[in-house]
C-alpha cells in the first residue's frame, strides 16, 4: 500500500502485489490513483497510517491533511470532490484504488482489500476490527487519541474518530440547541440502543470507560452561565435520630450481655485455678491471660 501511494509500484502486475495474490491474474495497466481535493481528516488519518507501515513515508512525504502527494503520482492522480464522489469514480473507471470509510464502501459495495495487522492477521473493515483498535486508545483530556496500527491483535491498523467540537461555555440566550446537542453526544456515549444504531450505520462506538469520563466533562459545559446537563442530585439525606437510638438501644443491650459473658468467664477461671492449685500445678494467670476481644 505504501508503494503504491509513494508511486514506487505504478502497474497492478507489478511483483509486490503478484506475490500477495498469486491466485489473480493481474493486468498490466498504471494504477490511477482517487484521493480527495481537499484537506480532511480521513487524508490525515490514511497517511498516519502509512507512516505507521512504513518509517521512511513519514520522513520523506507529506503527512498533513492536505492533498499533498509525490510527484511520482501526479500523472496517474484524480482528484475528488468527496468521499461519495471518489466511491462512484471507483464504481466507473478501471484499475483504480482510493481511500474512502468503511461505510461509504459498503453502501457503494465496493471491493475492499484485506490488510494486515501488526501481527500478520489479514482482515477487513468492520465493527469488530475497528472497535478493537478504538479499545487500545489512550484518550486526553480533550478526548483524542492516536488509534493507527495498534498493536492488538484484530485490530484494523487505519482507524480514524469521528470528532465533535464543542465550546465550553454558550453565552445564550437561546440555550435549547446546545442543550439539545448535548444531550444528543451524552446519549450516543451511555446508551446501549445508541452504540446498536452506530453499528448500523458502519460506526463502531470509541468510547467504552471513558464514557463516564466524557458524561463528567459534559457537566461542565454551560449556556448563559448554567449548566447544559443538570447536575447529578445529591445523595437522599439519612435520617440520623431514630437510626441511632436503635443503636443506642444495642449497644446498651450488647454491653449488657457482653458483661454476664465476662462474669461466667471470670468465675470459670476461678474454678481452674483452684483445680490446678489442688494437683500443685504453679499456673500463674495474670489479667492479660483473661483479656481479650468478645467479638472474635
Same mark, same amino acid.
Request: charged share 15%.
Given at each position: ?117 501488526? &501481527? ?7 465493527? !469488530? +476490527?475497528? @472497535?478493537? $483498535? =478504538? ?5 486526553? /483530556? ?47 456515549? &451511555? ?7 452506530? !453499528? +448500523?450505520? @458502519?460506526? $463502531? =462506538? ?5 464514557? /463516564? ?84
Amino acid at each position: 500500500l505504501v508503494r503504491i501511494f509513494n508511486g514506487s509500484v505504478s502497474v497492478w502486475d507489478d511483483n509486490f502485489i503478484a506475490q500477495l495474490n498469486p491466485f489473480i491474474p493481474l493486468p498490466a495497466t498504471p494504477i490511477t490513483v482517487i484521493v480527495l481535493g481537499s484537506g480532511d481528516e480521513f487524508t490525515l488519518a490514511f497517511k498516519e497510517g502509512l507512516g505507521q507501515f512504513d518509517p521512511t513515508w513519514a520522513a520523506t512525504q507529506d503527512t498533513s491533511d492536505q492533498p499533498i502527494w509525490p510527484a511520482s503520482l501526479h500523472s496517474r492522480l484524480v482528484f475528488a470532490q468527496s468521499f461519495m464522489h471518489a466511491a462512484s469514480l471507483v464504481q466507473t473507471m478501471d484499475h483504480v484504488i482510493s481511500f474512502v470509510p468503511a461505510p461509504v464502501a459498503q453502501d457503494y459495495q465496493l471491493d475492499i482489500a484485506s490488510l494486515g495487522d501488526m &501481527t500478520g492477521l489479514e482482515m477487513l473493515p468492520s465493527i !469488530e +476490527s475497528t @472497535g478493537l $483498535a =478504538a479499545d487500545g486508545a489512550v484518550f486526553d /483530556d480533550t478526548f483524542q487519541a492516536d488509534i493507527s496500527d495498534s498493536d492488538i491483535e484484530g485490530a484494523y491498523p487505519i482507524v480514524v474518530f469521528s470528532s465533535i467540537v464543542l465550546r465550553q461555555a454558550v453565552p445564550g440566550p437561546n440555550c435549547a440547541p446546545a442543550a439539545a446537542l448535548v444531550e444528543f453526544i451524552h446519549w450516543s456515549s &451511555t446508551n446501549v440502543t445508541a452504540s446498536e444504531l452506530m !453499528e +448500523s450505520l @458502519g460506526f $463502531a =462506538a470509541a468510547l467504552g470507560e471513558e464514557s /463516564d469520563q466524557l458524561t463528567a466533562v459534559l457537566r461542565t459545559l454551560t449556556c448563559a452561565g448554567k449548566p447544559l446537563i443538570p447536575p447529578l442530585p445529591p445523595p437522599p439525606g439519612l435520617n440520623l435520630v431514630p437510626i441511632l437510638v436503635p443503636i443506642a438501644a444495642f449497644l446498651l443491650v450488647a454491653g449488657g450481655v457482653s458483661y454476664c459473658v465476662w462474669r461466667k468467664i471470670q468465675a470459670r477461671l476461678r474454678d481452674m485455678r483452684r483445680q490446678l492449685d489442688d494437683v500443685q500445678v504453679a499456673v500463674e494467670l495474670s489479667d492479660a491471660i483473661a483479656t481479650f476481644d468478645l467479638d472474635r
